[in-house]
Every structure is written in C-alpha cells, then in structure tokens.
C-alpha cells in the first residue's frame, strides 16, 4: 500500500500558465489534465456545502468511511445487480490519487484501510481542500479551480450558487 503521506509529497500535474503584464492569462501547457492548486479559503463556502451535500453528507462526522454507504453499495450491487459507489470523500481521494480506477473488492479494501490512515493523519479542512483539487470534472479539468474555469470562464472565487451546484454535480456525473 502507498503511504497516507504520499498525498502531500507525490509530484501532482500542474498546469503552466504563461501571463500577459497585466496578469490575463495568454495560453495555459498541460497533457492530460489542466490543474490549478487553489486554497480551501478561497473556495466559497456553498461550493463547500454543495460537493458535500451530493459526495458525503457526513464527511465531518465519519472516520474515512461509512459502514451505512458500503452496504448500501454491496447489497445494490448483488442483489439489483446495479453497479453503485459507497465511498466517502475520503476514499475517493485516495482512489484518485493513491491508487488506481479498477473496480475490484481488493481495490475496495485498499481505499477503505488508506482511507482510515488519511483521516488518522490529515484535518477534515486539509482532506477537503486535497479533493477539491484531486478531482476530476469531466475532460482534462482536474480540481475546482479549472472546472470553474473551463464550465464559467473564471475563477472559483467567483462562481455563484447555481454554478457551484453544477459544478459539485459533475464528479458524480
């Protein structure tokens, strides 16, 4: 298994971005995935409430995962044969950034154990702000910042409450 710790050390893709003097953005270089770190204070806080309302609504009252979404997922998934997730947001930053997309009971195993070390290791405030800028939002906008960026044109700081619902939508989407 990685570290816990890997999540604060590990080399995450940023993008580039080259400025014209007045400080606009002229052209912006990545590969795969565009991402801008952006600092939990900046994000809004019904952006916040939005992502948990959708993701986790219990984030700041578990332990890294929730026994109540893992059977729910396990009992929807044998019985309807109906594919659902039950991780939390801990879990799925883990899955995101420590390990790999494959659905297997090993992998789900993995997250849940690195999930508990992350929560044993981290603030909730710090696990957040590391989701928010893990996550992918659909094409190559991987963190908050460049969703906002790329679905609104500006700057997360900035979006209001009806973008901040789509935009907390879309990781589940």
């Known amino acids: 298994l990685p570290s816990p710790r890997d999540l604060i050390t590990r080399q995450q893709p940023l993008t580039t971005k080259i400025r ?26 019904y952006m916040k409430q939005a992502t948990l309302a959708i993701e ?10 929730s026994y109540k979404g893992i059977f729910r997922a396990i009992t929807r998934n044998v019985l309807n044969h109906k594919l659902q997730g039950g991780s939390t947001i ?35 405030d710090d696990i957040l702000k590391m989701y928010f800028n893990e996550v992918g939002y659909g094409g190559t906008a991987y963190g908050i910042e460049e969703a906002a960026q790329m679905y609104f044109g500006k700057s997360i700081t900035t979006v209001t ?13």
């Open 56 to 65: 986790d609504k219990d984030f700041y009252r578990h332990g890294g995962f």
């Open 20 to 45: 014209a003097r007045d400080g606009t953005i002229l052209f912006k270089i990545y590969t795969d995935q565009t991402r801008t770190l952006i600092p939990l204070s900046d994000i809004p806080d």
């Open 90 to 124: 801990t879990q799925q930053l883990v899955k995101n950034a420590l390990l790999t997309p494959e659905k297997t009971f090993t992998r789900k195993i993995k997250e849940v154990i690195l999930a508990i070390g992350v929560e044993l290791i981290y603030s909730k």
């Open 161 to 173: 409450l009806a973008e901040a619902a789509l935009l907390a939508g879309l990781p589940a989407a």
